[in-house]
């Protein structure tokens, strides 16, 4: 993982306090420490859980159940209903681990479809859609390049040899080609498509 997620990694958890997260950290040394404990437990999954299905959902609760073990005072005996605290940060931190080229949304502007309009412009240059599936929802298509918002939820996208795993919320420039989707089996996902438009005159219907 290059300096650069390190980076966003340990800036994330800081985030998480900021915004009311009572397990995550105000400081940076132990946003670092944090940091890189998430990643030696992120990669360490598939060695340590041969029998369990390696998604996303069960490494954000491994990941969970890592910091709570390493972070607790007194360990896990002691952390009760603070593993709700740590599963909420280990899923704001998980897009980071999962693909650098999986953006979270860290800005202070709340992301909405109202929002991701703004930032395309001009508006005529841009196809902008609004997309809310059901827990589980699982389907498969052909699309063109597109960058893909994820607003609430997670789920699954794979093109060719390629999947990437997002939690809300963030956002991924996605490649054209054929794609199967599917939303968490935990919850549902709403999500926001941008394609860029071709050139007058060289739009197709499909």
């Known amino acids: 993982m ?100 999986v953006r979270v949304w860290d800005e202070p502007q709340e992301l909405t479809l109202k929002h991701i309009q703004s930032l395309h412009v001009p508006p005529n240059q ?12 699982e389907f498969s298509g052909s699309a063109r390049a597109q960058r893909l918002y994820v607003l609430t939820g997670s789920c699954r996208y794979q093109i060719g040899k390629s999947t990437w795993d997002l939690v809300a919320p963030c956002y991924v420039d996605l490649p054209d080609g054929e794609f199967q989707f599917q939303a968490s089996d935990n919850s549902g996902v709403s999500l926001v498509h941008v394609w860029k438009l071709p050139p007058l005159g060289q739009q197709t219907n499909d």
């Open 126 to 137: 841009f196809r902008i859609t609004k997309h809310n599936y059901e827990t589980g929802a």
């Open 2 to 101: 290059d300096p650069d997620t390190n980076d966003r990694l340990a800036a994330r958890i800081l985030w998480s306090w900021q915004n009311g997260c009572p397990v995550a950290t105000r400081d940076a040394t132990s946003s670092a420490k944090m940091a890189a404990m998430a990643r030696r437990r992120w990669n360490s999954y598939p060695r340590r859980n041969k029998n369990k299905p390696d998604t996303t959902e069960n490494r954000i609760d491994d990941l969970a159940r890592g910091f709570a073990e390493t972070f607790t005072d007194g360990g896990w005996a002691m952390v009760g209903p603070l593993i709700a605290d740590y599963r909420w940060l280990s899923e704001q931190i998980a897009p980071l681990l999962m693909d650098s080229s």
